[in-house]
């Protein structure tokens, strides 16, 4: 479902979601407000994007954002993805927030109020709260990193997840093509 943010004191303007032509948003999704998806997402079911409060919501090019995840943010913040990001079931992003291309945020993970560099691996169940992980940094799972020293100290994706987030995204932007497929062909019986 897509609709517009309700008119606030704090932002008198209301926006519609923008979805490019090559994503899928999944029926079930609630995106609203200043959303833009662009080329190739996959947005699966129970997905709730709100730029109700936080505003814009941008999600770049080839961006995975799986079932039941949660993007949220503070009044007056954004969310930012770059391109080619994997959002894993079930995970929360709350804003402000900033992910560089080809990252990937794991089952049940929460990321919030943080700047995540390119290439970055955050596990399930990890938080990551308050902190900037330089490019390439790995979040084991279940780990707490809310402290800029914790994420100073991690270290680099492991060669065996290297390319992991690259097979996901291949998957999803099949998905998005193959879905808009068939949701076409059922439009037209």
């Known amino acids: 479902m897509l609709k517009p943010n309700p008119r606030t004191s704090w932002n008198s303007k209301e926006c519609m979601p923008t979805?490019?032509?090559?994503?899928?948003?999944?029926?079930s999704a609630v995106i609203i407000g200043d959303v833009r998806i662009?080329?190739?997402?996959?947005?699966?079911?129970?997905?709730?994007?709100?730029a109700d409060?936080?505003?814009?919501?941008?999600?770049?090019?080839?961006?995975?954002?799986?079932?039941?995840?949660?993007f949220h943010g503070l009044m007056g913040s954004s969310i930012n993805l770059g391109k080619q990001i994997s959002i894993a079931h079930g995970a929360v992003i709350h804003g402000p927030m900033k992910i560089g291309d080809e990252s990937f945020v794991g089952f049940n993970s929460v990321v919030h109020a943080s700047t995540?560099?390119?290439?970055?691996f955050v596990g399930h169940a990890a938080a990551v709260i308050g902190v900037t992980l330089a490019d390439g940094k790995f979040v084991p799972h279940g780990s707490l990193v809310d402290t800029q020293e914790k994420a100073d100290a991690l270290g680099p994706v492991p060669d065996t997840l290297k390319h992991f987030n690259e097979e996901v995204v291949?998957?999803?932007c099949e998905f998005a093509r193959s879905y808009r497929v068939m949701k076409k062909s059922c439009a037209g019986n």
Not at 53 to 70: F, L, T
């Open 38 to 50: 662009g080329e190739e997402v996959y947005v699966g079911p129970v997905v709730s994007l709100r």
């Open 170 to 172: 291949e998957v999803n």
């Open 53 to 70: 409060e936080a505003n814009p919501i941008i999600i770049g090019d080839r961006c995975n954002i799986q079932d039941g995840v949660i």
């Open 19 to 27: 979805v490019a032509a090559t994503a899928y948003v999944d029926e």
């Open 116 to 120: 995540l560099g390119k290439k970055c």
